[in-house]
Structure formats: C-alpha cells, structure tokens
C-alpha cells in the first residue's frame, strides 16, 4: 500500500474541506457544521497516522486501518471536489451578482440535501476509524504541525536581515566561540541568553547564516524548541526539516532515530572525513532531558568541532546547557537611536521627516528601553496613525512608558477595529511559537464569525492578516517559492499580550469604546 501518501491525502483533505467550509459559511448553506466537523475530524485522526505508519510493519489490522483512512479520505476528496465544482458551476451559470439571491432554489437544496448525506456517511467512516485506532492502542500525538505547514516552507532559517541593526560585534563574538580551535570536544553548546524580545533568535540567525560558519559546518539544523523539549521530536525535527527526509521513513524509537539521522549526516561527507554540523535549539524553556538529548547528539557524529547553539531567556537552562563557564553570550540592549532607527524605518520608511517629528520619535524610542521587538512594535503602529505632532506627542505620552508589554499594549489599543482585535486575541488558544497557516487563520476567523457576513470576508481576513504583521504583532513569515506568505508566527511576548486581552470582558470594553473603521 502507498502509505506515504496516507499523510499527506489526509492533510490536503482536511485543509480542502476547510476552504469548502468557509464558502458554504458565506453562502448560508445548511450543512456547514458537518463540513467542518469533517475538517477537524481529518484533522484529528491525522494525529494517529505518525503512530499507524510506524506500527504497520509489525500489524497487518494497522496497515488494513491506514487503507481504510486512504479510501474514506478519496472518497472526502471526491464529495468536496463535486461541491466545489457545483460552487463555481453555478458562479459561472448564474452570474456573481446572483449568486447569493438564488442559493436556496430547489435544485440548489436538492443537491445540498444528497451532499449532507455523503458527508454524514464520511462522518460515520471517520468516527468509526477514530474508535478502532483507540482500540490498537495508536497514541494520539499532539496536533502536529505537519498537517498544518505545507513542506515547502521554510520556517526557520530564513533570513532577512535588511533592517537588522547594530548586532555585528555579537555575531562575531558568537562565530569565534563556535570556530574557537581550542575546543576540541565532540559536541560543545554555546548558550544565548536575554530578556524576551531583545533579538536572541535574530542574532542566532545571523550566526546560523553567517559565511564563515556556512564554510565551517556541513550540515546545519535549525529546530524552534519552545516549551515542549522532547528529545525524539527534536532529533525528528533534525531528520525531516533541513534534510528533506521522507516523512513517512522517520522511525520512532531514540536508537533508531539516532542512527538515521548519523547516516543522513554521513551521507553530506563528499570526501571531507571532518565533517561537523550545527545545531540551533532556539527558544529552550526546560532542560529535563537534556541529557539524553546530548548523549544522542554525540552519537550522530563522532568527530570533533560539531557546536550548539541554545537560546533561552532562562539563566538556569544557560547555566545547565554551557560547556565552558564563560561560552556564553548576552545579547545587549539596542541603543536608543538603534531603535529610533527601527521605528523610523517601520513607521515612515525612506520618506523624510521633519525635525520635530524626529525629536518625538527620539523620545518614543527612549521608551523602548533597548528591546527591538518593542521598537518594531511601536513603529508598526505609528506608521497606521497621522505623521502629526498632535499624534506623536499622544503615542509619546501615553502610558506606554514603563515595561515592554505596555508598548505591545499600546499597539494593540490602536488596532483599527474591534473585529481586528478580536482576531488578534483568538491567536491566544495556539499553543507559543506555533507556526500559523494564514489561509487556515483566516477560515478560522471566519467560521468563529469575526469577518462579517459578506461575501468580502477573505478581503477582510486577508486586510486583517497583513494589518497585524505590519504592527508586527505576526512576525518570521515562511512564503512559498513565488514569495506568496503561507505562514506567520507570533512573538511570544505578543501571545501573552494576545492571552491577557482575550478575556471576554476586555475584548466588550473594547468593543464599547473603541471606534470601529470597519
Ligand atoms: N538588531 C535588530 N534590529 C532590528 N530588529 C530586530 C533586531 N533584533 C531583533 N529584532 C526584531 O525584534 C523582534 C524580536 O526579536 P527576537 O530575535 O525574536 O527576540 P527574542 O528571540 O530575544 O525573543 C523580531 O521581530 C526581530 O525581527
Ligand atoms: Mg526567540
């Protein structure tokens, strides 16, 4: 059975039905329930396949499950396409501007009426296929990301450091300790500690890019760690992101795990026996495992010179993590004219500004306390208000002053409609760190109701998606080889910002008071 396939029909399905739903959402259609029962539904018995794939050698009623999952996810991928087709049969047959007028004509309701009941029966299939996998004991992993991130993004080591500021005498601390001829052990770990937001993963991608560490190390893996340190997820990670790795080929024990990822680093020797990798583990929030984790990365590849890199904003993980006492670095704060820069460029671009303007500006920046993240903020937000003094002076002196979550804050207040700041407080059930797909965002909004009920709901969606990654309250785009953005992430102080306004009585407050532009 082609079961490498299983993944990705099951994915593309539940991401199918996803979009059908939304247009069924617009058009009032009756069984919109159903179709996005049938989404998550996909989505959710997605979570069994990493366990099913790797069971199947061993139990024939597992392949049988993963053949029956293949056929109920065709026979899905057949229903949407004919409801699509009837959608855009019926655009073309009627006209645009009718569409909405005659949706509910008896032919209309006829084919809805024999749709629903397909689904239904899907629905059952599924339901059933949930059961029988709980019943082989497949542990449902955690929603993994795979489903949500198409493989031809790249999430990580993207790199645009166009309006990166100042950091060059960081990078270079941080290159001589990872090229430091000195060290000569197997696995040696550079920690990079700080305050959240001050640009520990910007400067780590620096590194990671830099010419003479590309030079240095053969392989090169990137994996965002977060606060879910998992050793076998991890070395997974090291496996299919930044080598291509089939995903179905990943197998699941740590022995197993460990010697694929030694033979896929074998395999980038080309003649040169020294062959050294790097390792970014960025975000690190507990070292629990830590050391098994190392004990696998010295297995990978015996030669000497392979280097980590730790970021985190925990001393404690710094401390357990370093290999020397003093193989550390501590990004330091910006200066206040290096974030006058940020906000200028994000506020005002390349046009010029008066001297006054530049005086506030200047003050503003004061109040950044050297945190990038907060200048970038804040600049997103001033470039949406009036270039005046009257509404500088009101960003000026604003309560922003004080801590960098009050600069977030501020950002989020001068959101342009009470809609808007909905969908930016919704982020807040994603788990930190989490790697949104913007179209799946957006259909998400819209089914939770926040876009309106018109038929300009994706405008809206996508007017709304891209307001908040120029606040830069959505960040490290991955776009598609086109240069079309299919993912975003939020900082993680901005999901907290995102987590303490989500309470319902904020978001009223808000709704009350605030002005909507919508
Ligand atoms: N030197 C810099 N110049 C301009 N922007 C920066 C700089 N350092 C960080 N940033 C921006 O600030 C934000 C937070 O940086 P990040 O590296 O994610 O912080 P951390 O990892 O320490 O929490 C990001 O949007 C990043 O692009
Ligand atoms: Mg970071």
Known sequence: MAEAFVSAVVGEVASKAASVAAEMISLGWGFKDDMQRLGNSLEMIGTFLQDAEGNQKQMNSVKLWLKRLRDVAYEADEVLDEIAYEFLRRKVEIGDQMWRKVRDTPSTVTFQHNMAKKVKGILNSLDDLNKIAKDYGLQQLAIDQRIFIPSNVETVSFLDDSNIVGRKNDVSKVVDMLLSPQDDRTVSVVPIVGMAGIGKTTLARLVYHDVDVERRFDVRFWVCVSDDFNVKRIL??????????????????????????????????????????????????????????????????????????????????????????????????????????????????????????????????????????????????????????????????????????????????????????????YCAMFPKDFCFRKEQLIQLWMAEGFLGGSKEMMDTGNRYFHELLSNSLFQDVGKDRCGNILTCKMHDLVHDLAFSVSKFETLIFQENFISSTD
């Open 236 to 425: 997974r990670e090291m496996l299919e992101h930044d080598m291509n790795y089939q995903q179905t080929s990943i197998p699941q024990n740590l022995n197993a795990l460990t010697a694929k990822l030694k033979g896929k680093i074998e395999q980038a020797k080309r003649g040169n026996e020294q062959i050294k990798y790097l390792l970014v583990l960025d975000d690190v929030w507990n070292v629990e495992q830590w050391d098994e984790l190392m004990w696998c990365l010295e297995g990978v590849n015996k030669n000497r010179g392979n280097k980590v890199i730790v970021t985190t904003r925990i001393e404690d993980v710094a401390l357990k993590v370093e290999t020397l006492p003093n193989q550390r670095h501590q990004p330091g704060k910006l200066k206040d004219e290096e974030c006058w820069s940020i906000i200028k460029e994000k506020a005002c671009g390349d046009s010029p500004i008066s001297p006054s303007l530049v005086l506030i500006g200047e003050e503003i920046a004061k109040q950044c306390h050297g945190v990038p993240l907060a200048a970038k903020v804040i600049g997103g937000t001033m470039c949406k208000i009036e270039r005046s003094r009257a509404a500088w002076l009101k960003i000026q002196n604003s309560d922003a002053r004080g801590s960098v979550l009050s600069v977030l804050r501020l950002s989020f207040d001068h959101l342009s409609s009470p809609c808007l700041k909905k969908c930016f407080a």
